[in-house]
């Protein structure tokens, strides 16, 4: 055998390798899907969980990234696996859509299914924003069959001294109740400089409890 053969059959090899799952702890792993990066418009730094769908969808967020400016104020995004196999192991990532700031940004928490089957989420900064919250106090979003709507803005209720009586800076999922209710608690804010707040859903009407 030539050494220039060799050498083409070794980088084939090595080729198919990398795209095999790997196993770590006895678990198969495979890398579907690389964020490109904080300046980019696919996203940076999934810092929240992904959620599945019963059509097989997976949907989450980025703290960074997406279409508005650089580094931008994060985004929803879905992926799409079509059961991936061994030759196969890459997913489809589709932008829902890139935060602009009016209507949040920096989401950290994954989203969450409503009882409606809507998607919901929240962000942790922009929207409302004052002298003790430069960086905004944060929102909260819902996703219908005619795309995506801001249904609050924390800061909205702010005591004689700017701060926020509703609370600011949620960075954990909302969480599905009773009676069609999402739960959810904030960084900041509050009567007692913490906040826990309810939102239930009315007709695409997202009311703090």
Same mark, same amino acid.
């Given at each position: 055998?030539?050494?220039?053969v060799?050498?083409?059959?070794?980088?084939?090899?090595?080729?198919?390798?990398?795209? %095999?799952p790997?196993v770590?702890?006895?678990i198969?792993?495979?890398? %579907?899907?690389?964020?490109?990066?904080f300046?980019?418009?696919?996203g940076?730094?999934?810092?929240?969980t992904?959620i599945?769908?019963?059509?097989?969808?997976?949907y989450?967020?980025?703290?960074?990234?997406?279409?508005?400016?650089?580094?931008?104020y994060?985004?929803?995004?879905?992926?799409t696996?079509n059961?991936?196999?061994?030759?196969n192991?890459?997913?489809v990532?589709t932008?829902?859509?890139s935060?602009?700031g009016?209507?949040?940004?920096?989401?950290?928490?994954?989203?969450?299914?409503?009882?409606?089957g809507n998607?919901?989420g929240?962000?942790?900064?922009y929207?409302?924003?004052?002298?003790?919250?430069?960086?905004?106090?944060g929102?909260?979003?819902?996703?219908?069959k005619?795309g995506?709507?801001?249904?609050?803005?924390?800061?909205t209720?702010?005591n004689?001294?700017?701060?926020?009586?509703?609370?600011?800076s949620p960075?954990?999922?909302l969480?599905?109740?009773?009676?069609?209710?999402?739960?959810?608690t904030?960084?900041?804010?509050?009567t007692?400089?913490s906040?826990?707040?309810?939102?239930e859903?009315?007709?695409?009407?997202? %009311?703090?409890?």
């Amino acid at each position: 055998m030539k050494t220039g053969v060799g050498k083409t059959l070794v980088l084939i090899v090595a080729a198919i390798l990398l795209m %095999l799952p790997r196993v770590r702890g006895g678990i198969l792993y495979s890398n %579907l899907y690389e964020f490109a990066g904080f300046s980019t418009k696919s996203g940076a730094y999934p810092y929240g969980t992904l959620i599945q769908g019963s059509n097989g969808v997976l949907y989450g967020t980025t703290l960074e990234g997406g279409t508005n400016l650089i580094p931008g104020y994060g985004m929803v995004f879905e992926a799409t696996t079509n059961n991936p196999t061994i030759f196969n192991n890459r997913a489809v990532l589709t932008v829902l859509h890139s935060f602009a700031g009016s209507d949040g940004g920096a989401p950290y928490a994954g989203l969450a299914f409503g009882a409606d089957g809507n998607l919901y989420g929240t962000t942790a900064l922009y929207a409302i924003s004052n002298s003790l919250f430069p960086s905004g106090m944060g929102s909260v979003f819902g996703f219908h069959k005619t795309g995506f709507t801001r249904l609050y803005r924390f800061g909205t209720l702010l005591n004689l001294h700017g701060q926020p009586l509703d609370g600011a800076s949620p960075r954990t999922a909302l969480v599905s109740g009773p009676g069609g209710c999402l739960f959810g608690t904030t960084y900041n804010g509050g009567t007692n400089r913490s906040e826990e707040h309810t939102s239930e859903l009315q007709s695409r009407q997202y %009311l703090v409890c």
